[in-house]
Every structure is written in C-alpha cells, then in structure tokens.
C-alpha cells in the first residue's frame, strides 16, 4: 500500500524538464473565450435555425477528437443536466441522427421534466478537447405556444430573457435565465425557471420550478459543480 | 550571470555562489515554499536553508537545472517543516492537501510497507510523461508546487472548477496506472 505522502514525497523526482515546462504556461485569453460562448449564446438565442446552426457548427474542423458526456441529476423538483459533445463530423447529421434519438432514449427523466411542453437540449461544442467552446441551445421538437412564437430557444413571445454574469462564490459563470418558461406544464401555474450557466469548460442546465427561490438555485448550482467533479456520473459514447 | 558560472563559484567554494543563486532563484525558491507552508516568514527560513543545502551539496553535485535543483531543495525543507507542526497550527493558508490523493489512497495508518521513494518517483514520473501535456503541467503545478486551483487556473486561462475537474481526472489515472504498476 501506498500513502499520500509517499507520493507527494516522490514528485521530488519528477524530471526537471516537466517542472520547467510547467512553468511555460500556455495562457490563453479566457475574456475571449467566454466572449465566444456569450456571443455564440446570444447569436443563437436570437436566431436558432437550422441554417444558422449547420454554420455555426462549420466552423468545427473535421478529424477532432470525439468526446461526448452526460452528466445527469434528479433531485426533487429540480434537474440538472450538463452534457458536452465534440463534434468530428457533421454536427446536424450528429444532433438528429443519433444525439438526439439516444438521449431521448437514455433520459427518460428528461422528457419527464420538460414534459410534453419542455423538452430542450443544450449542446456544447469544442473544436479540440476543451480548447475552444461554441454553445448552442435548442429546443426539440419546437415548442408550440398559443401566441405562435417559437423564438430563439423556444422562449414565447415577449419573454423577459435575461443574460449576463452570475457570480456563485466570486467566479464568474455565464448565465442565460428564462423565466418563466411555460406555464401549463403538469397543469401547475408555477412554470419552469431554466438557469444556463457555463464555467469556461462545462455548460449546466438547471431547471427549477419558479417558486425555487434564488438561493436555493445558488445552492444547486453549487451542488452541480460537485456533480462535475464525479466521474462516475460520466459517459463517454462513440460517435455511430 | 549564467547557471554555469554559478555552479563554477560553487566547485570554486566562492561564497558569491550563494548570493548569485539568491539573486536568480530565490523568488522561485521562496515561493515554492510559501505554497506548501502559507506562511512567507517560515518560506524565508526555508529558503535561507535550501541556499544552504545548495551550498553543501555542490559539489559533489552538478545540477543540470540550477533553479529546479534549489526549488526541489526547497520544497522537501517545507514539507519537513510542515511535518513538524502540528496540524492546527498549520493555517487556514497552507495548501498542503493531500487529501485530494487520499480520496484513492489508503491512510497511513493502514500501510503496511513503504515504497522506495526513487522508485515510486520513477513511475509517477512514467505516468507524467504520458499526460497530454496541459494536464501534465497542471497536475506539477498542483502537486509539485502545492498552487491551489485558482492559482493555475488563473495561469492557465482555465476556470477554478475547470481545473478542479481536470485534477480529480488526472488523480484517477494516478490511482489506475499505480495499480498497474503494483504499487496497490
């Protein structure tokens, strides 16, 4: 048997070089990055086609590496989900072929939650292993609203859409918060408050109903963050 | 001055050796230690001491890396002096958790034989090497310089949680490849 300490202790003989190589950090421009996500968030938010999502999942290279997980959670009225694609191939073919169909297959929780009215993906690109980030959120199928709107993500019509930072704990987490979503699901009048929220590298998705007070949602998200850190949440798929 | 013509003072017994070292490496040195023991007085002592141990060991010692030569020097000081204080009094600053290692490995209490340091050095040092290189250099940076996440993650453009993930994965490698290896 091995202890800590033994191997804290043996780092000492960690060749030179890697220790000097750590010292070369390779700092990219994280304001960038996270630009990109919000950008690429707002643009989709916007104007979620299926033309503006075949060019935007262009701008990932073919031949990157293939790496899917899911991460999924049920606790009482709450959900929280967080799942990430990298994208080789053809993104679209991906999404409606076989993302969508085995999800919906694997996550009957989901459909669950969302209901008839509420089922909704969020998709995280990278075009390399975490390197660069591209989100986009869509709704499938489309929902249906008696005032005809299908908009963007999906939000009716006239709905307060909100986005900007949101701080849990002094780090900066992008944030898109709908509220409310819809108010017929499971015949409740309390709808769905659906927080986004993405630390650089893993995009969240929590769904609360909208009685949730905030800092019950703070202590979710906090609580999903945990969540990331269990690799026994986690599945790794090849792509079909 | 270049690491060659430090390590000359050295084989000279040119006391000048020391102060040139300081001068080059000492931040280095001293912050390697602050990480480990919180504390940047205690982080001076230790340095002072690893200047020291420079001293006594080259020669017959010719470092090839005169800056990660003192830093390891210094690193093993604090930890030492960490050792030896007792556990409350180490701080809310020390970021000596090797609690995270201990999530996979079992507590001293339950070891039963001790593994060659070198040894054990040896195939953590096979593991690194074969680390996709950002993880390698996150993965030294934590347990080699004891920086907290937030630390690397500031250098590497990388979130706290970013980081955080990228470790615990990295320590089930750890926990995998050291069974290969028998040390499990």
Redesign the interface.
Known sequence: ????????????????K?????E???????KA?TSLVIAAALVLLLSVTSVAAASFFNTVNDGDVVFMEALGGYSGDHYNINFNIDIAEDADRFIHEYYVPTYLEENENWTDCGGEAGKYYNIMCYDNY?ENLYAIFFQYPAWNYDNGASIGYGVPEGTEVSEGVFEIDG?ELFCVEFQPCYDGFRGDPFGTRVVFWS????LFVLETRLDTNEETVREIIRSV?KV??I?DYVTYKEMP | MEDCEIIRLYFERNEEAIRKTEEKYGAYAFKTAENILGDSGKAEECLNSALLGVWNSVPPNEP??L???L??IS??LA?GMLEKENAKKRGGNCVFE??E??EF????E??????D??E??????SF??KLP??E??IF??R???FENPKIIGG????????V??IL??TR?K?KKH?EKEG??
């Not at chain 1, 890697?18 to 750590?22: M, N, Q, R």
């Not at chain 2, 339950?110 to 593994?115: A, D």
């Not at chain 2, 250098?155 to 970013?162: A, D, I, L």
Request: no cysteine; charged share 35%.
């Open positions: 048997m091995i202890s800590e300490k033994e191997i804290l202790s043996a780092m000492e003989f960690i060749d030179e890697y220790i000097e190589e750590s070369i950090t390779a700092k990219k421009n994280f990055k975490g780090e630390d650089g590298y893993n963050e990331s850190d690799s | 090839n890396n800056k990660v030569y830093a390891k690193r093993n930890i090797a609690e290692l201990s490995l079992p507590s001293k339950n070891v039963e034989e001790s593994y340091a070198k054990l050095g040896e195939s953590i040092n690194v090497s290189e950002k390698r250099k030294i940076r347990y080699f310089f250098k590497f453009g990388f979130s706290e949680n970013r955080s993930v615990h994965r089930k750890l050291l040390f499990f």
